[in-house]
């Protein structure tokens, strides 16, 4: 049973468009982290999120956590080819070693 | 400084052998993880150490064996691989106090079992 689910699992556009990537749960997490993993590397943390509402802002992304901390979306403007990548979300559940419930995963390609 | 590094980068076995995989961070971090990662399943805890000498069942224990005698390493044991076993491997690692809760990855070991 998947804890995250990520929405959608694929996606493919053309630079300058606008994408909204989706985490989805029924737990409620302590804080939430989105990664951004490329090929033959291991996930980089681009974000974490602690507060129920909150928005963070990273250049062209825009990260927000649900009021309830169940979920999550990430906002990219005007996508560029550096944005290719597989963005994973991860829920953290606390506790004292605060492990990571990874999403799904999704799957971004940015094109000329 | 060398982050978070993982030997080997790649194995292939045949079924019912053995092998390690060694994990090792210079960074003085407490807490280490390893994790499987398959096609459409996200990334899945395995086991992890929160100190030298501890270690802990994740999500997908079985099948696998860590030891953590070292702070700075931590490995991962397939006593008999199978081939359910296939996948990329990651190691993880991450400061006590460290505000974000960063988790730093190694670049991960393909691993393939025939």
């Known amino acids: 049973t998947q804890l995250l689910e990520q929405s959608p699992q694929f996606l493919s556009i053309q630079e300058g468009e606008n994408l909204t990537v989706y985490c989805n749960s029924s737990?409620?997490?302590?804080?939430l982290q989105w990664y951004r993993q490329e090929p033959g590397e291991g996930p980089v943390l681009l974000v974490t999120v602690v507060t129920g509402g909150e928005v963070k802002k990273l250049k062209r992304l825009t990260f927000q956590f649900g009021d309830a901390r169940k979920d999550s979306s990430l906002h990219i403007t005007a996508a560029q080819p550096g944005d290719t990548g597989l963005y994973l979300c991860?829920?953290?559940?606390?506790?004292?070693?605060?492990?990571?419930?990874f999403g799904t995963g999704t799957r971004l390609q940015v094109t000329l | 400084n060398a982050g978070v590094t993982q030997t080997p980068k790649f194995r292939v076995l045949k079924t019912g052998q053995s092998m390690t995989l060694l994990c090792a961070q210079d960074m003085n971090h407490e807490y280490m993880y390893w994790y499987r990662q398959d096609p459409g399943m996200g990334l899945r805890l395995i086991h992890y150490s929160v100190g030298e000498g501890t270690t802990a069942k994740g999500e997908v224990p079985d099948g696998y064996n860590v030891s953590r005698l070292k702070k700075q390493n931590f490995l991962l044991g397939l006593e008999s691989a199978a081939p359910s076993q296939t996948s990329v491997y990651f190691c993880?690692?991450?400061?006590?106090?460290?505000?974000?809760?960063?988790?730093?990855f190694g670049p991960g070991t393909r691993l393939l079992v025939l």
């Open positions: 737990s409620v997490f302590s804080s």
């Open positions: 991860a829920g953290v559940l606390g506790g004292t070693a605060s492990k990571l419930t």
């Open positions: 993880a690692s991450r400061a006590r106090w460290e505000v974000q809760e960063t988790q730093y």
